[in-house]
């Protein structure tokens, strides 16, 4: 029988939990209640888990941790360069190739990997440990993320979902799951409560307010912060190891001490640096101090051996961690303001997540709202995952519930937890209107009208904002409506907006007066998608900015246009089709092409250099058929006299070279490359510039050779990858 799961997919560790009669933790094959959220490579092989994690003594920086803190994040986002600059992570962070600007990929054994690819293999551990456990299919989970998780990084868990074999059933609010495993076992049938869950992961920190009675879960509200968790507790504490350290040892240095030493010792000590850390931090939530003791690992610039004993206080350990707990208070008052409680209505603050457990945490929460009202839970790191394995199982198995439950759960809601925006267009200015309240119930749905701004207007852009952090907003989605009919100025276009009880966004749009002509928008999420309708979006803005001609800029967007079409072709689930290359080179060559004949580059030259280089370089690859008629068009224009029959013959052989659109974009980085390295560049060095046109130059034999071998997807990434070198320069192009 197939079998549903609740999956706690945590920062620092991962549950997995299955009820049939009641409810219980699967463990996983190393006899395990919690997995350890690590992926590591060794000898070219994944690891997971435990395994993965006793690589960080070895190879640290093949060694991936706390994926979850980039899940939908952007490369830009101020926590992300902290973590890839800090010296706490050593595993590489990159921007994606093929992806957006911001989108991130972390390295391991030298390739590139998006955070959904990660977290998917430890959901593929978890769903493989569970079968053999259980003994049968996993198909379904519930699985559980941050309260506060943007539509973007809940749609990241749910592809890393899908990339692991896994339907989602419901992608359940952290807090949430730890209220329902705490009302199943707590609340009598007919006994209601308004819970506030205290929820300090790994990673995140989340709030909820949930008012709970016979069996029926509502969200008042949800709050937090996604970078406030136990990591960045193990880093303070680590900093105040290292001042002791060098102050107990006199080391003026201690990082450039560290970074002499050799490979294999660096790894080693750094390595038992972060195990005795994270220890040393469990040890003080129940004795007055812990040790750090490493023996002949760091040596001083002598060469001698120093072995380390240092004892650290449970006073200096809450001492600087003190900032991080009030910022946690400051979260809840600010979600209190924002739903409108007085503490007073709430019965009790359910504290979870191992970062709970720490005893300041709850002298201070004590402190501030009474030590009655504070409930800490009897099973802090599995009450997430009992609370996805309940509603798993309400969702879909048919076991009858035991004798010795008391209240099931009968229905929840679940609220918003960023306010979301439209960014619109108002007097050549850019501006946002809110269309999604924050704390507004799910599933929501909002209406608004907006007029086209121009007669015959071919596209309407859709781009979603949500606020975040520090009040600021951060670009989720991004997409258009292909506009069919020759409108005129300000006629009303409807937008639908529906943000289901996962918190995703489906979104209509229609012209008022005929809503047959309505059309979901395809909505970049961060992939290659994001970054075809970005590059769409930038293009569409230059050509306003550098075309010289309106027909310049109809052109362009009479191509967008088609573009769009084949984009609504795609679907929304597949992100990274092949085909969204496709859409990005095959837009920027034509921006560019538009922009050269501006300058008065020949059509009819530049249509025959063209088909003659896709003869010579491709004509293998091409149909009998297209061969044949681009060689007859070639001979007819260059026979002819007439200069408007060669036009009209120019015009069909682009229509057939068009049609090869992968390989004429592999050509053009050929012709590209050249340009660049004539070309006066500034504020580039003579020999980046080199280096830059050397790799396009090799990236174009190659290519060119692995599509010539059929190797298709291998030779896309390759051109690709030259592209992204080409932006760089396209301001001199």
């Known amino acids: 029988m197939k079998k549903s799961i609740g999956i706690d997919l945590g920062t620092t560790n991962s549950v997995i939990a299955f009820k049939d009669t009641a409810i219980k933790i699967i463990r996983n094959k190393e006899n395990e209640e919690l997995t350890r959220s690590c992926v590591g490579q060794r000898n070219g092989e994944l690891l997971v888990g435990r395994s993965a994690y006793q690589l960080i003594e070895r190879d640290p920086v093949n060694t991936i941790l706390s994926v979850k803190r980039l899940m939908g994040a952007a490369i830009k986002d101020k926590m992300v360069q902290d973590m890839k600059n800090s010296k706490y992570y050593k595993f590489g962070i990159s921007e994606l190739k093929g992806g957006t600007d911001d989108a991130v990929t972390v390295v391991l054994g030298g390739k590139q990997f998006t955070p959904e690819q990660i977290s998917a293999e430890i959901l593929k551990k978890l769903k493989k440990d569970a079968e053999e456990k259980l003994g049968g299919e996993i198909t379904h989970a519930v699985i559980t993320v941050p309260a506060y998780f943007t539509e973007k990084q809940k749609n990241a868990t749910h592809t890393a979902a899908i990339l692991a074999g896994l339907k989602v059933k419901k992608l359940l609010a952290e807090p949430t799951a730890a209220a329902i495993a705490y009302g199943v076992d707590n609340l009598k049938a007919g006994e209601a409560k308004t819970i506030l869950i205290y929820d300090f992961g790994g990673g995140t920190f989340d709030l909820s307010i949930l008012n709970i009675a016979d069996g029926q879960y509502m969200e008042a509200g949800t709050g937090g912060d996604r970078w406030l968790g136990g990591d960045d507790l193990d880093k303070k504490l680590q900093e105040i190891v290292e001042k002791k350290l060098s102050k107990q040892y006199n080391i003026s240095n201690l990082h450039l001490l560290v970074e002499s030493l050799n490979e294999k010792k660096r790894y080693r000590f750094e390595g038992q640096m972060r195990y005795q850390t994270e220890e040393a931090k469990i040890q003080l939530s129940s004795s007055n101090k812990a040790g750090i003791l490493i023996?002949?690992?760091?040596?001083?610039?002598?060469?001698?051996?120093?072995?380390?004993?240092?004892?650290?206080?449970?006073?200096?350990?809450?001492?600087?961690?003190?900032?991080?707990?009030?910022?946690?208070?400051?979260?809840?008052?600010?979600?209190?303001?924002?739903?409108?409680?007085?503490?007073?209505?709430?019965?009790?603050?359910?504290?979870?997540?191992?970062?709970?457990?720490?005893?300041?945490?709850?002298?201070?929460?004590?402190?501030?709202?009474?030590?009655?009202?504070?409930?800490?839970?009897?099973?802090?790191?599995?009450?997430?995952?009992?609370?996805?394995?309940?509603?798993?199982?309400?969702?879909?198995?048919?076991?009858?519930?035991?004798?010795?439950?008391?209240?099931?759960?009968?229905?929840?809601?679940?609220?918003?937890?960023?306010?979301?925006?439209?960014?619109?267009?108002?007097?050549?200015?850019?501006?946002?209107?809110?269309?999604?309240?924050?704390?507004?119930?799910?599933?929501?749905?909002?209406?608004?009208?907006?007029?086209?701004?121009?007669?015959?207007?071919?596209?309407?852009?859709?781009?979603?904002?949500?606020?975040?952090?520090?009040?600021?907003?951060?670009?989720?989605?991004?997409?258009?409506?292909?506009?069919?009919?020759?409108?005129?100025?300000?006629?009303?276009?409807?937008?639908?907006?529906?943000?289901?009880?996962?918190?995703?966004?489906?979104?209509?749009?229609?012209?008022?007066?005929?809503?047959?002509?309505?059309?979901?928008?395809?909505?970049?999420?961060?992939?290659?998608?994001?970054?075809?309708?970005?590059?769409?979006?930038?293009?569409?803005?230059?050509?306003?900015?550098?075309?010289?001609?309106?027909?310049?800029?109809?052109?362009l967007v009479q191509f967008i246009t088609k573009k769009i079409a084949e984009i609504n072709k795609i679907g929304s689930q597949n992100i990274d089709d092949n085909k969204w290359h496709e859409i990005y080179y095959t837009t920027t060559e034509k921006f560019d092409e538009i922009r050269a004949n501006e300058v008065g580059s020949s059509d009819i030259e530049q249509e025959l250099y063209r088909a003659k280089r896709l003869l010579i370089e491709f004509s293998e690859l091409m149909e009998t058929y297209d061969r044949n008629t681009l060689i007859q068009l070639i001979t007819k224009i260059e026979s002819s006299d007439n200069h408007a029959e060669q036009g009209e013959l120019a015009k069909k052989m682009e229509e057939k070279t068009d049609e090869y659109e992968v390989l004429n974009a592999a050509i053009r980085i050929e012709l590209l490359a050249n340009r660049i390295l004539e070309l006066p560049v500034t504020g580039i060095g003579k020999s980046k510039k080199q280096e830059d046109v050397n790799r396009l130059l090799q990236i174009y034999t190659t290519s060119k050779t692995k599509f010539l071998m059929k190797q298709n997807e291998e030779a896309s990434a390759l051109v690709l990858e030259a592209y992204e070198i080409i932006k760089t320069y396209r301001q001199w192009l």
């Open 295 to 555: 023996d002949n690992l760091l040596e001083d610039e002598n060469g001698d051996i120093i072995d380390i004993d240092i004892t650290i206080t449970r006073e200096e350990f809450e001492e600087a961690i003190r900032p991080f707990v009030q910022r946690t208070i400051d979260l809840i008052e600010q979600l209190l303001k924002e739903v409108g409680y007085d503490i007073q209505m709430i019965d009790n603050i359910l504290l979870v997540g191992g970062s709970s457990c720490i005893p300041l945490v709850k002298k201070m929460l004590s402190e501030k709202y009474g030590h009655s009202k504070i409930k800490i839970s009897e099973k802090p790191m599995l009450a997430i995952a009992e609370g996805a394995g309940i509603l798993a199982h309400r969702l879909g198995d048919t076991y009858e519930p035991g004798p010795d439950v008391t209240a099931e759960i009968e229905d929840i809601s679940y609220s918003t937890t960023h306010n979301y925006y439209l960014e619109i267009q108002e007097n050549e200015e850019r501006k946002k209107e809110l269309i999604v309240e924050k704390q507004a119930t799910l599933p929501a749905e909002k209406i608004k009208v907006f007029n086209t701004l121009t007669a015959n207007q071919k596209i309407a852009r859709v781009a979603i904002y949500a606020d975040v952090e520090d009040g600021k907003d951060e670009l989720q989605l991004l997409g258009y409506y292909p506009i069919e009919e020759n409108l005129p100025i300000d006629t009303e276009l409807v937008f639908e907006f529906y943000l289901d009880l996962n918190e995703k966004f489906k979104i209509n749009v229609y012209p008022r007066k005929d809503k047959s002509k309505s059309k979901e928008i395809i909505l970049g999420r961060g992939g290659a998608d994001q970054k075809a309708l970005k590059t769409i979006d930038e293009l569409v803005e230059r050509a306003v900015q550098e075309f010289k001609t309106i027909e310049g800029e109809e052109e």
